[in-house]
């Protein structure tokens, strides 16, 4: 891969990781397992709408403040909803 492209990246990622780890402690059957917390990232992410950006300060200065609101109301709504999939998914494996 040329390292022109090294630093692109989607702009929830960073939001997203936050988001899954400050509400980990509300869903202890996740919170202690690493695979299940990734998982409740990626199917956050892949309920929002992919904004790839090289620098965190480029979306940033040109958001307005009422986008990022709607932003940050996504991506809590986004990692909720891949909390209570991802858990629903797990009670169903252990219960076979």
């Known amino acids: 891969m040329s390292m022109r492209f090294a630093s692109v990246h989607n702009f929830h990622e960073a939001t997203v990781y936050q988001a ?12 202690g397992c690493d695979e299940l917390v990734a ?3 990626c ?9 790839y950006i090289r620098h ?14 709607r932003t940050e109301t996504a991506v809590q709504t ?3 909803a ?14 076979a």
Not at 20 to 31: Q, R
Not at 56 to 69: K, P
Not at 83 to 95: C, D
Request: aromatic share 10%; no cysteine; hydrophobic share 40%.
């Open 20 to 31: 899954v780890l400050d509400l980990a402690s509300d869903y202890p059957t996740i919170e």
């Open 39 to 41: 998982d409740v990232a």
């Open 43 to 51: 199917v956050a992410l892949n309920h929002l709408p992919p904004r």
């Open 56 to 69: 965190a300060v480029d979306m940033s200065f040109y958001m307005s403040d009422q986008e990022r609101l």
């Open 78 to 80: 986004a990692v909720r």
């Open 82 to 95: 891949a909390f209570e999939f991802v858990q629903s998914r797990t009670r169903k494996t252990h219960k």
